[in-house]
């Protein structure tokens, strides 16, 4: 149910060490790793003359296990060199509040740059279709966070006298949260089969933060509802 591997190499000749570490977790199917086979995820590490990292996972393939089938726990931390770009906030959430898209363009986390430190975590829930009787439900919830902070040594802003951030550090971080529910009612008659909404309501909130020298904050929440199939419906959105 559980099983690791451990590969690792010393380079003698070039005073190098490197490393990978994988683990796979399925517990009878109550408990598994988020990834392929049950691959719960994966350390690399490595310690060379020019450079050195080690990553628990990254923002695109993070570490994380599945619980039920109906909750899912994930996080990385990555420290060192070859630091990933700056994640983007979920899909989901985005289309909650109706961003049709996030402005990366003060995003500078994919400058070359020195050391650095990365971590995130999130938590998210969606129990699937729920059947009592003629009736259906499902609900979804999640919330997460992601920062990272990076020394981007002597790197300045355009007409700006001074370094970015403190003697080269800056950080950058964003959290989110969404919540989504839907109740409805199954018909399967002669003419007439499918599922119709009684009640569909979604919710979501996006906060992200670059500091300091300079200091930059976005802020948006917004969601919609739908009564009776459209019947009564509208959406909202603050920024």
């Known amino acids: 149910p559980i099983t690791a591997t451990l590969y690792s190499i010393f380079d003698f000749e070039n005073s190098s060490f ?10 009878a199917g109550v408990l598994k790793g988020i990834g392929p086979d049950g691959k719960a995820g994966e350390m690399v590490m490595y310690f060379g003359r020019d450079k050195w990292y080690v990553h628990c996972g990254n923002p695109t393939s993070p570490i ?8 899912r726990a994930k996080s990385y931390f990555m420290m060192g060199h070859d630091l990933p770009a700056f994640p983007e906030p979920p899909k989901r959430v985005t289309d909650i509040i109706g961003l049709k898209s996030v402005d990366r363009s003060r995003d500078i986390s994919s400058l070359a740059g020195g050391t650095g430190v990365a971590f995130g975590a999130s ?5 699937g279709n729920i059947q009592f009787l003629m009736f259906y439900a499902r609900f979804a919830a999640g919330l997460g966070f992601d920062v990272m902070l990076k020394n981007y040594g002597n ?3 355009a007409g700006e006298d001074g370094r970015l951030g403190i003697n080269g550090w800056y950080a950058m971080g964003q959290a989110w949260a969404y919540v989504e529910g839907e109740i409805g009612i199954r018909v399967r008659m002669m003419f007439i089969r499918g599922r119709f909404p009684i009640l569909k ?3 979501g909130t996006l906060l992200e933060a670059q500091l300091p020298n300079p200091c930059w904050f976005h802020g948006a929440v917004g ?5 009776l199939g459209g019947a009564v419906k509208g959406k909202c959105k603050f920024e």
């Not at 490197?18 to 517990?27: G, I, S, T």
């Open 64 to 71: 994380g296990l599945e619980l039920l089938g109906m909750a």
């Open 201 to 203: 309501i979604g919710m």
């Open 18 to 27: 490197f490393a990978k570490l994988e683990a796979k977790v399925n517990l």
């Open 123 to 127: 938590l998210e829930m969606d129990t």
């Open 155 to 157: 790197s300045s802003c």
């Open 223 to 227: 969601g919609y509802y739908n009564i």
